[in-house]
């Protein structure tokens, strides 16, 4: 029976690293071909380090596509943090009225198209809010992009879902004292979703830091692309530029990785939250 | 009499609601609502006309055409297989590694394997694909290397009709899996232990306690991921777009690239059309699941 308990353990483990290595294995050998030149990466492609450990790269990749590194860098930063801002706020007075007034009739109306749009398959909705961005002038501007973006699922699920946990009695008794809506909203309600507040906008950056379609079609030029869409463009480019894609992909990667790790807990419990018990 | 008091108080708060619902759904019907709408009249109209103020009303012109268009047509069952078949491994293979991980084996190391499975999801998505494009490539990639070190026969990756939905679907549940199986970890994490305890004491097998007592606590994880998954997987558009432009031969040009290739070269009214169908699809199919799945449940 022990035994039996020791090779069960040693195969379970095996799995597990084994799975673990295929999910990791990526992140390595895009790191270390990130210090490689395009010429190294094709004669070795498997070495496990790199051959130096220069810098050089970021000069190649300084421009792409004609445009600074630093311009789509700064596009990233400003429509990620801008969207992010927009859609917490938003997405949170909205799921809180709906959750407070469920059954006002434009209320529920508001959440059935709020349903039908997340079911809209998100990659042919861009097709129309091109044409929308059209008549609105919007094309090209980073206002589209940003409100665009701001919309998302799984905020609004993990708001409406703490929303609904509040007890009708907390707010009751405020009433009571005398509170307005705002008050109560502003000094009962907001103290307690901090938490959830933050979780959903963490959430919330990383999913958009990683957006590139809605930018690309909603923009005229590349003075409106973030780096992902740098990424896709260097990745179509004729005469492959390893060592730089690679590179650009570090870049990306990196700041992502470094906010999930610090708050894993929160992102995976809360990417789930509602899912299982909603 | 106690809630007929309460109703005039109430009346007035709609309000302030209004105010705090207001953004939220301007945002919801400029770019929700409006372009699903915009998208499906655009579809009965002729794709030259479909900017202007007065489109050209076609009927069904356009729907006719799509499902004329041989392209279109291996496009969309080559869109269902290729669900079914992403589906399915998502769940089954979710399903397996949340339950090693949640079984006493792995002990302190569930948080490691936790996070490693997880990390690729909160990755953008074009990074990993670009990777994973090269780890496949047939004279420099890693997986050929390390395949024909070990005297295995060479996989075809990206360049064979005949390997590349698998080498596109490794990509992808390498990027959704994590997701997949957490929210199967929090449905076991809620599991009755003491189910499982009296089963033991009945000398239950293995098996037996997974399929009659484990399984059937895990329907709301299976319900959502399965819709989850299920409206994902309709929708694959990135990964082809980075890792194949829907080549080799078509092979992964599924529904959405296809459509998004027309929208490009302007042709809206058949784009579009294609947008139409693919929404049926996904709504007819996950509103079906959650119908079977509410009718298993009893309720």
Known sequence: ?278 | MAAAALQPARAPAVGVFWLFVLPFAALTAVFGVWPIVLSIQTSFTASASALKPSPTWVGFANYLAIFADPVFVASLWRTLLYTLLAVTSTIVLALLYALLLNSALVGRGRTFFKLAVFLPVVTPDIAGYVVWRWLFDQSFGALNIALAALHLPTFGGLASTSTVLQAVLVAELWHHLGFYVVIFLANLALCDKGQTEAADIDGATALQKFWHVVLPQLRPALLVNSVYALIQYLKTFTVVAVMTKGGPNDATNFLSYYAYQLFDQGRYGEATAMASVLFAIVIVLAVGLMRVQARGTGS
């Open chain 1, 1 to 278: 029976m022990h035994q039996a308990a020791r090779w069960q353990k040693i195969l379970a483990w095996s799995v597990a690293g084994l799975v673990s290595f295929v999910c990791l294995y990526p992140y390595y050998w895009m790191l270390v071909s990130s210090f490689r030149t395009s010429k190294a990466i094709l004669a070795s492609p498997l070495r496990p380090w790199p051959e130096t450990l220069s810098l050089d790269v970021l000069r190649e990749i300084a421009m792409v596509g004609g445009t600074p590194l630093w311009r789509y860098a700064l596009n990233s930063l400003v429509i990620t943090g801008a969207s992010t801002v927009l859609g917490v706020v938003v997405t949170a007075l909205g799921a809180y009225a709906l959750v407070r007034r469920p059954h006002f009739w434009a209320f529920r109306l508001l959440r059935a198209g709020f349903m039908v749009t997340i079911m809209y398959p998100y990659m042919l909705l861009v097709i129309p809010v091109y044409i929308v961005m059209y008549k609105l002038g919007l094309l090209g501007s980073y206002s589209g992009i940003v409100l665009f973006l701001a919309l998302g699922p799984i905020q609004f699920f993990l708001l409406e879902q703490f929303f609904r946990t509040i007890p009708k009695s907390v707010i009751e008794a405020a009433v009571i004292d005398g509170a307005t809506e705002v008050q109560i909203l502003f000094s009962v309600v907001m103290p307690m979703a901090m938490p959830v507040v933050a979780t959903a906008s963490i959430i919330t950056f990383l999913l958009n830091w990683a957006q590139w379609l809605p930018v690309l079609v909603v923009s005229r030029s590349p003075d409106t692309y973030t780096l992902p869409v740098a990424l896709m463009n260097l990745n179509g480019e004729l005469g492959v530029n390893f060592q730089g894609i690679m590179a650009l992909s570090v870049l990306i990667t990196i700041p992502v990785t470094l906010f999930f790790l610090i708050a894993q807990r929160r992102v995976m419990s809360g990417m789930t939250a509602g899912a299982v018990k909603g």
